[in-house]
């Protein structure tokens, strides 16, 4: 069996999301059902927004050259009426928000504006210029404008906008289809028992509601023995996802199998381990069709290197543009002792573009409160060895924003 070097972290990056070599296939969804989909095609504007000229608040449309002058109130327009152009001299009309304005007049004074009005006549101010409360047909979006492109995630403002245009079924790409498993003898099922000389399975759990926190579904598959025959058969019917994470049992342990059984059912790895601390044992790969992402066992490590490596590659693998990290440029607030010749994840907390390590960077990566202690990571190169209080520092936020634009990870 070839032996798989490990990488560096940015190599580590860039493999990892050559991996999404290809799209899902697209489909039809109700646009009640279509929030955070992702667009398998462009959307241009096929209706006006507005469509025809409207009031944008309550009160009387007249010509702007009849400003300060006391007009007689022809008519009221509520919404949803349709006026034809009939005032004569000194003549305006009451109109409502969002009724349509008739083409012999082009500015509205807000009833509360005015210098006087009752049931028959109004008092206009010279102070309003032309226009003044009048939205303009095409305005906001004009037909045959982008309004979405290809790979854009469906918000709520932007199904909204979809609304504007009577769309009721939109086309965008399947979605992903995740398996996660763990891997120990030691682990037990969160429903059954854990003894004294036993820990429940945190990993699946955890890093199947991170992938839920950014928009991915994905289904646990239980946890696979340290056994070779028993991993191996356990892999064999999972060409069917369109991702394989497991967690644990990739290390130079004699117990450690999944390698070795994700190599039985035709596994080709792109690099097993990552110049990363922590999380270094870490692999990745193509089972056929498949993706294949072994996290580490500990739960901090696993977690923090599930968040960096996979929801980027998630995100481009969903068919979506923007699957880049946006980074946070912070002044450091904690000095930091990091391991020279490796990159170094710090856990801790940002505020007011500020960062300061969870305690002072003193924990294991086999724990979890950290991570609930923890808004932001900052990630430190490899030629760094101090990083002292006042160094700017680029961080990356647990509610990250994506960009499209590929930013680098070093400080």
């Known amino acids: 069996m070839k032996k798989l070097t490990s990488v560096s972290f940015d190599d580590a990056i860039s493999l990892s999301l050559e991996l999404a070599s290809s799209k899902p296939q697209i489909e039809w969804v109700s646009l009640f059902n279509a929030l955070g989909r992702t667009l398998a095609k462009e959307i241009t504007c096929k209706k006006n927004l507005p469509s025809y000229n409207n009031a944008a608040m309550d009160g009387f449309a007249y010509m702007a050259v009849d400003g300060g002058k006391k007009l007689t ?12 152009a009939c005032l004569e001299k ?9 009724a349509k304005i008739p083409d012999d007049v082009d500015t509205i004074v807000p009833f509360e504006d005015t210098s006087f009005y009752d049931d028959c006549f109004v ?19 004009q037909v045959g404008s982008l309004l979405f492109d290809e790979g854009d995630v469906l918000s709520a403002p932007v199904i909204a906008m979809l609304a504007s245009q009577g769309i009721t079924h939109i086309e965008v790409y399947r979605k992903l289809k995740i398996a996660v498993f763990s891997t120990g003898d030691e682990l037990k099922e969160p429903w059954e028992n854990a003894s004294e000389d036993e820990i429940y399975d945190v990993n699946s759990i955890a ?61 080709e790895a792109l690099f097993h381990g990552i110049n990363i601390k922590p999380g270094k044992p870490t692999m990745m790969g193509k089972m056929g069709e498949t993706i294949v992402a072994s996290m580490p066992g500990n739960p901090l490590a696993a977690f923090v290197n599930a968040f960096i490596f996979l929801i980027p590659l998630f995100k481009k693998l969903q068919g979506q543009k923007k699957f880049n990290f946006h980074y946070i440029k912070a002044i450091n607030q904690t000095f930091l002792k990091t391991k020279l010749g490796r990159v170094n994840i710090v856990l801790g907390n940002l505020e007011n573009e500020k960062f300061e390590a969870f305690e002072h960077n003193k924990y294991g990566s086999g724990m979890i409160t950290p991570l609930i202690g923890s808004n932001s990571i900052l990630i430190c190169n490899e030629k760094i060895e101090h990083c002292h209080i006042g160094d700017e520092v680029k961080i990356l936020s647990f509610k990250s924003s994506f960009s499209s634009k590929k930013e680098l990870f070093k400080n």
């Open 73 to 84: 109130i022809k008519k009221t327009i509520l919404a949803g009426d349709i006026v034809n």
């Open 90 to 98: 000194d003549e305006c009309y009451k109109i409502m928000t969002g």
């Open 123 to 141: 008092e206009i101010p010279s102070i309003f210029k032309k226009g003044n409360a009048v939205r303009l047909k095409g305005e906001e979006q």
């Open 207 to 267: 890093l199947i509601s991170l992938f839920s926190e950014h928009g991915f579904e994905a289904h646990y598959c239980g946890v696979i023995p340290d056994n070779l025959e028993e991993a191996t058969r356990y892999f064999s019917d999972m060409k069917k996802y369109d991702a394989l994470v497991t967690s644990g049992g990739i290390s130079m342990g004699e117990a450690d199998f999944v390698e070795k059984a994700l190599l039985s059912n035709g596994l």
